[in-house]
T-cell receptor
Framework: EPEVTQTPSHQVTQMGQEVILRCVPISNHLYFYWYRQILGQKVEFLVSFYNNEISEKSEIFDDQFSVERPDGSNFTLKIRSTKLEDSAMYFCASQGPIEKLFFGSGTQLSVL | GENVEQHPSTLSVQEGDSAVIKCTYSDSASNYFPWYKQELGKRPQLIID?????GEKKDQRIAVTLNKTAKHFSLHITETQPEDSAVYFC????????????FGKGTTLSVSS
């Protein structure tokens, strides 16, 4: 069964550093998402992406965040200057022609 | 925007009992309602979903009901087993590709044997 893959599985960074989280969505999917989950809390929507542009974003997705699809397969989330409160599990998801979202296994980001 | 409320936040049952988790949503335009199961340290996994043109859907021990008028939907697990222990999230989505799937806060289900 096709899967959404994410790398790295764990990322440790210093406050103020830039990080790039990577995702490879399911190959025939057209809609891509980033969600985050702070430990013990709910899954929070960050941004959705379609046709090489952002289609929706939440209040969390401020100017420190950006997304890109640099080639036909990768989908990245960049955090420009990380803060302690950015520490969370970041999930990528992709969606095909029907509504079902499939999640990747996540990147645990720890900002020190 | 959409807001999804979920309760209870924790639920403890004995093996073999039924478990019910309830959610309400605010956006009447939402018409797709999935349920995800998340085990510790793992990704959310879709377990069942329902669309607004259907009132109930069943898959073995799991069922979901939807009341569109009241804007609430529920997950029912019968004959619970210890491996059902996990966090369960409900979610709601408008029928528009690329829009946000909004999650409830989750219910931690513990099934003791």
């Amino acid at each position: 069964e096709p899967e959404v893959t994410q790398t790295p599985s764990h990322q440790v960074t210093q406050m103020g550093q830039e990080v790039i989280l990577r995702c490879v969505p399911i190959s025939n999917h057209l809609y891509f998402y980033w969600y985050r989950q702070i430990l013990g809390q709910k899954v929070e929507f960050l941004v959705s992406f379609y046709n090489n542009e952002i289609s929706e974003k939440s209040e969390i997705f401020d100017d420190q965040f950006s997304v890109e699809r640099p080639d036909g397969s990768n989908f990245t989330l960049k955090i420009r200057s990380t803060k302690l409160e950015d520490s969370a599990m970041y999930f990528c998801a992709s969606q095909g022609p029907i509504e079902k979202l499939f999640f990747g296994s996540g990147t645990q980001l720890s900002v020190l | 925007g959409e807001n999804v409320e979920q309760h209870p936040s924790t639920l403890s049952v004995q093996e073999g009992d039924s478990a019910v988790i309830k959610c309400t949503y605010s956006d009447s335009a939402s018409n797709y309602f999935p349920w995800y199961k998340q085990e510790l340290g793992k990704r959310p996994q879709l377990i069942i979903d329902i669309r607004s043109n259907v009132g109930e859907k069943k898959d073995q021990r799991i069922a979901v009901t939807l009341n569109k008028t009241a804007k609430h939907f529920s997950l029912h697990i019968t004959e619970t087993q210890p491996e059902d222990s996990a966090v369960y999230f409900c979610a709601a989505l408008r029928d528009q590709a690329g829009t946000a799937l909004i999650f409830g806060k989750g219910t931690t289900l513990s099934v003791s044997s």
